[in-house]
């Protein structure tokens, strides 16, 4: 029933819960914690049992309510302590002197965990005597009944049919100085650098929010203080000897609270707590006496865990990594265990040793995610090239490595020989394409036939070779083989960017660069602005107009009680579209194809009289028509038309690749789903999307292995992902250290500065989406996302403008704006958050900037 912290054995964490077992395992680790004990679970039991007897029980499970939860909370602090429970309280309090002050707080098995820390969910009582004791312990116990701590575990999904709770009883230290420490940087991860928050008094202060305490952050490797920040700190709550607190103000508030080595001297504390538990703490602490005590400690549950194939030691010469599934492909979530090792297959194939995988490559694919490892791109391609390469990317990205020493910091001392092979596999694969690219210059009509004839012959394979016929590691190689054979075609684009860059120099300084874009809008052979076409033309049928049912538009259709003509429209349109969705690049994700009810809802929200389709021909034609006649009043009319007839007719396909991957997953998909009704029906597999949680070498293993067992393999494939579940915002740019570097946006009043990516000037209501169909578009409403992707197509459709987070031009919501000719403006950091639905913005995409006007 109770345990001082000086045990013997350390008691299990189902008996003291997290917070009290860390003040034991400290305690017989040597360090410096003022003595105490803990009243067990068992302990409460008694207590716990009469709640659950009373007739209000069971209607809190049925409905866990503010008012049942006060009701419970009543009948806790009612409770009598059993004559068990004062014999085992008072004999704990013999070795405490009768003046003795205590501070009692929960210790929930539940709370500060690495994934639940129930922070400020329970009640602590500070400054208790021996007098007041038992009332602090049962008003301690009744907050486990609180309606936060409730709602906090509905939300964490643990069940709220058995409370349990351990309570904590320690010696009071009279604080001079108190805080919060942190053995990683909260700010930007980084594993090396602690955090130090400091107060007169009592912490409970900080904790509370009190008071703005001093912070300080220092290197802990080189022990080393790089920031400080000495706060004004108003008032302090201290500790009175005969018990109770006082809130006073202090009379030096400016003054720093601790002494540089104070500061030295926490960190380190923090630091061997870190070590002593093997993952990043945060500490409560406290200095009286001129002694310093760890009060409490508990693991950081929101940090990002690097990946250990991402990690370097301490001292050892640092990584950068550079995330690229965030940065090009409109969406931040992790890709599926199978959705990963496809695409790697895909990027394999088709960039023919250019960019080499792994640790000791420029990619790194790891747990859902890719990432350029940038430090081994500056070794092999040199800091100003890899400069150049990064330039490419948004404006935020651009700026944060600006502010990089990138030699200094993460250039590696040695090439490993993946780098090193890089410039003769660069070399053998522009020889291998060189037939290719000069038939893009000087024959782009044939280079185009070509291509078109290859992409029909993989679609045409895809339909009649991918079957459930042959291993699944075979299968994927079966349809990643022929994307080998479409890197020589697709240079077919090569002509068209010398034409577009010709144009450019062409009209360099001469204010044109609004017309230029609109050579961009509406290209032929782009299959998802082709889509868009599409969705136009079946949203426009009697079948969905005069459809106010999703159900009933499901049920005729499968019954075929549509015109013929619709249903060969909408047949066609599945084959070609049928694929894609949001996340289409994930062989996990949900196609079009599966779910009619939701490409009904899609269908309706078009407006059909008044859309950016209709209005982008008149717009690019217009543009064409502006910079044909300064073309003639420079004498250069004939090259202009050449080469504007070039690029109008073969850019179009810098999507398409893209798209015969997406269709060649989605017929994958099929293959996969069906294995995995295989696995269910044998009991290999609870479910059948389980499949998309095995690798594909896995998949093939137990088709040849009835008796291989896939669950553990799954919890081994998927636990690291776990631990950054709770991480939505994944970073850019990211070191081996865990240090992430954000971009600081220079704040000028109702501006936001970003990418001009479609040109153009508009007015309208904000609304912010997360994901495309979460709530209707209306016509004339500015678009606000993190960032797009083709699924994102028919919202396009609705939108005046679009303002982006994450993208630069070639990104698919910029392709998408220029194409339908829509103002819009990407890299617009923290978008999402800082506009909100409603908001009048101007979006002004020549000079990508966004004005915040009410």
Known sequence: MIYGFNTSKVPSLSQVGGKAKSLIETTKAGLNVPDGFVLSVDFFTIWVDIIKSTPGWKRFLETPSKEMCDKLKKIAKDLKFSSKQKEVLDKALMNFSEQSIFAVRSSSPEEDLEGTSFAGMYETYLGVTKLHLENAIKDAFASMFDTRVVEYKKLNHISIENPRIAIIVQRQIPSEISGIAFSLNPQNNCYDEAVINASFGLGETIVSGQVTPDTYVVEKVKREIIEKSVANKVQGLWLKKDGGTVKKNNKNPGVQALSEDQILKVSDLVTKCEKHY??????????????????????????????????????????????????????????????????????????????????????????????????????????????????????????????????????????????????????????????????????????????????????????????????????????????????????????????????????????????????????????????????????????????????????????????????????????????????????????????????????????????????????????????????????????????????????????????????????????????????VKAGRLNAVDQIFDLHVDQIAAAQKDPNLELLPLIEENTSSQRKNAHIKDWPKIIDSRGKIFRYIRESKEGDLVGDAISPGIIRGKAKVLSSPYEKSLEKGEILVARATEPAWTPIFVNAAGVILEIGGPLQHGAIIAREYGIPCVSGIDRATEMIKDGDLVEVDGSSGIVKMIK
């Open 278 to 679: 093997g993952l990043p703490i945060d500490m409560e602490w406290t200095v009286a006496d001129g002694g310093l005590y760890l009060l409490q400690a508990r693991p950081i549950t929101t940090y990002l865990h690097l990946y250990d194939d991402m990690i370097t030691g301490l001292r050892e010469k640092k990584n950068l990594f550079m995330d690229v599934v965030v940065l090009t492909q409109g969406f931040s979530e992790d890709f599926s265990v199978l959705g990963l090792d496809i695409f790697k297959e895909l990027l394999e194939r088709s960039k023919g040793g250019l960019m080499p995988s792994g640790k000791d490559g420029i990619i790194l694919y790891t747990h859902g995610r890719q990432y350029i490892n940038i430090s081994n791109m500056l070794k092999g391609y040199g800091e100003k090239r890899t400069r150049q390469l990064l330039g490419t990317y948004d404006r935020p990205t651009k700026i944060v490595f600006e502010g990089i020493d990138l030699a200094n910091e993460y250039m590696p001392e040695e090439k490993t020989q993946k780098i090193k092979n890089m410039k003769k596999n660069t070399l053998k694969f522009f020889l291998k394409l060189t037939p290719a690219m000069i038939r893009s210059m000087s024959n782009y009509e044939k280079a185009l036939d070509i291509y078109n004839e290859s992409s029909e012959k993989i679609i045409n394979s895809y339909q009649k070779g991918i079957k459930n016929n042959k291993p699944f590691d075979e299968l994927v190689g079966y349809t990643f083989s022929f994307f080998e054979e479409i890197i020589g075609p697709a240079m077919a684009m090569l002509g068209g960017m010398i034409s577009f860059a010709r144009i450019k120099k062409l009209f360099k300084d001469q204010g044109m660069d609004d017309e230029l874009m609109a050579l961009n809008m509406d290209l032929p052979g782009n299959p998802t602005s082709a889509m868009g076409h599409a969705m136009l033309e079946l949203a426009s049928y009697d079948e969905v107009q005069k459809t106010d049912s999703a159900e009933v538009f499901v049920r005729k259709l499968e019954n075929k009680e549509f015109s013929e003509n619709f249903i060969k429209t909408y047949n066609d349109y599945m084959k070609r579209y049928g694929a894609r969705g949001f996340k289409e690049i994930d062989i996990a994700t949900p196609r079009t194809c599966e779910n009619s009810q939701a490409f009904f809802y899609q269908l309706k929200q078009l407006h059909l009289d008044d859309n950016q389709v209709l209005n982008v021909r008149a717009r690019k034609e217009a543009g064409y028509q502006k910079l044909l006649a300064q073309a003639k009043a420079l004498g250069k009319e004939k090259k202009f038309v050449k080469w504007a007839k070039q690029y109008n007719a073969v850019m179009g396909l810098r999507e398409h690749p893209k798209y015969l991957f997406v269709v060649g997953v989605g017929t994958l998909r099929k293959c996969a789903l069906e294995v995995g009704e295989t696995f």
